[in-house]
């Protein structure tokens, strides 16, 4: 059974720093691609970050340059760095791998950024 758990959410002063990181379970994590979502109150869920199973990285426009996805195969974990944080940033944020067409979601966690 396919598990992610997302943790490292937190409230923080606009321009700080937070890492939030995804565990995985259940998977052969180094063979997929992992994705970081965000979903602000009143707003569909948004694509922040990619990172596929080779490494490569792809950013939405509003956080490249600020935001860094990283993945640990030996810890099942993934990583996302978020640095120049804005008001705008916050919102819940969830981890998804997809195996075999079908989307597993972590239960995600709260990034809370004060102006």
């Known amino acids: 059974q396919v598990q992610l758990v997302e943790s490292g959410g937190g409230l923080v002063q606009a321009g700080g720093s937070l890492r939030l990181s995804c565990a995985a379970s259940g998977i052969i994590f180094s063979a997929y691609n992992l994705d970081w979502y965000r979903q602000a109150p009143g707003k569909q869920r948004e694509l922040v970050a990619t990172i596929t199973s080779g490494g490569f990285t792809n950013y939405a426009d509003s956080v490249k340059g600020r935001f860094t996805i990283s993945r640990d195969n030996a810890k099942s974990t993934v990583y996302l760095q978020m640095n120049s944080l804005k008001p705008e940033d916050t919102a819940v944020y969830y981890c998804?791998?997809?195996?075999?067409?079908?989307?597993?979601w972590g239960q995600g966690t709260q990034v809370t950024v004060s102006s």
């Open positions: 998804r791998v997809t195996q075999f067409g079908y989307n597993y």
